[in-house]
């Protein structure tokens, strides 16, 4: 099978593999940081503090600024939970928008039992929310934004300069999702006015199961942690840490901060290539600008044929669909949706996604073998519904 479906997760680079090994048993480096009376404690602090230095060195943060936690998900969670919880009784009113990631739409919906209000924005057509979309629906009471900067369905890349300056002159904290884009857009974090940060190894051939919030110290933001104990990571997320999963995101980070840019350029050919060799197809259609997107995801959708039923007779295409059969209803992606797709092009849509095992013999494989050949029809007849 060919695998394009890089934005769900990614193997470990072998490198990444290969410096994990060292961290699980007693001949290797097991121990736990935070035992501050030993040389195995010593040698574990030291690995996580080579790895925060390298984690913080890609999106140029100061290693003091990065806290770990088990992946995006709860960093989403701990940003906007976290500051909304600390913050409330002063300002209690969040802006976000309707394409998110799930763990940050979950986690304002359940933000507003407690009585936080907040706005959804929609997108334009092209996917990209307008800053005066934004500046329009801040109130003197907006304590957050909250905008991803590489959207996971379509790779429609923020304004995330833009919106950090806006909050920076209205006093607003800013928090950006930047799982898809971390290790394919620079991010300088030191450039940017960006307060909270999510992101996740197993998206850049580290290991899953952890993540970072990058937490800004000048001005300090303060957050509530959501994670009570020993009081690890000051105080924002206890727990011990996962030394292996640290030191291969580490490793990760460092092989990107090397490789990136020349692995995007070969991305964005290889993604080019496979547009242009299926673009003719009838029916066929983009859902997302190819000058509005990350180097790496190409979204299109085939009208009259369901996602769900192209991946099922595409078995031995990796890719993800933009819809979900449940045993009860077809949903259509929601991102799609909110951007104004029509609901029959939202249930066709297919996400590929390519990464750095994708070879060009791949992409001719998946156009001429997969792609081309399925889409005639005997195919329509055949898996047209699901
Ligand atoms: N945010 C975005 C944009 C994502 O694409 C993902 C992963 O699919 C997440 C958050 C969640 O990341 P994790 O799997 O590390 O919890």
Not at 173 to 191: E, M, R
Not at 275 to 297: A, Q
Not at 353 to 370: A, C, V
């Amino acid at each position: 099978p060919i695998y394009l479906d890089y934005a769900a997760t990614t193997p470990l680079d072998p490198k990444v593999a290969k410096k994990m090994k060292n961290y699980f048993t007693i001949d290797g480096n097991f121990g736990n940081a935070a035992s501050r009376s030993h040389q195995f404690g010593w040698n574990a602090e030291e690995a996580v503090d080579i790895a925060r230095n390298e984690i913080a060195t890609l999106i140029g943060a100061d290693s003091r600024e990065i806290i770990f936690t088990s992946g995006a998900t709860e960093s989403n969670n701990l940003a906007i939970k976290g500051i909304y919880e600390f913050y409330k009784k002063k300002n209690n009113h969040i802006i976000t928008s309707k394409i998110e990631h799930k763990s940050v739409l979950d986690t304002c919906r359940y933000l507003e039992n407690d009585g936080c209000q907040i706005t959804y924005l929609s997108p334009q057509s092209n996917g990209i929310i307008d800053i005066e979309e934004i500046k329009k629906n801040i109130l003197p009471t907006t304590l957050l934004i909250s905008i991803m900067h590489v959207n996971n369905e379509t790779g429609v890349i923020q304004d995330i300069k833009s919106i950090g300056k806006l909050c920076k002159k209205k006093g607003i904290f800013f928090h950006v999702d930047a799982t898809q884009s971390v290790g394919k857009i620079h991010i300088n974090l030191k450039k940017l006015m960006i307060d909270l940060l999510s992101c996740s190894a197993h998206k850049i051939y580290g290991p899953k199961g952890i993540g970072i919030l990058y937490v800004r110290r000048q001005p300090r933001v303060r957050l509530t942690a959501q994670i009570h104990g020993g009081g690890h990571e000051r105080g924002m997320r206890s727990g011990t840490l996962a030394v292996h999963q640290i030191v291969g995101f580490g490793k990760a980070c460092k092989i990107l901060t090397k490789k990136m840019k020349k692995e995007n350029i070969q991305y964005i050919q290889l993604r080019n290539m496979l547009w242009n060799g299926i673009k003719n197809i009838p029916e066929i259609y983009l859902n997302s600008p190819l000058k509005y997107i990350t180097s790496n995801i190409l979204n299109v959708s085939f009208n009259f044929i369901e996602g769900e039923s192209l991946i099922m007779a595409l078995k031995n295409l990796a890719i993800s669909s933009g819809s979900a059969c449940t045993s009860a209803s077809l949903e259509a992606s929601y991102v799609l949706r909110a951007m104004g797709v029509k609901d029959e092009l939202a249930h066709s849509s297919i996400r590929f996604s390519l990464g750095r095992f994708t070879s060009i013999n791949d992409i001719q494989r998946t156009i001429k073998k997969y792609i081309k050949q399925l889409i005639n029809y005997e195919f329509f007849l055949h898996y047209g519904k699901c």
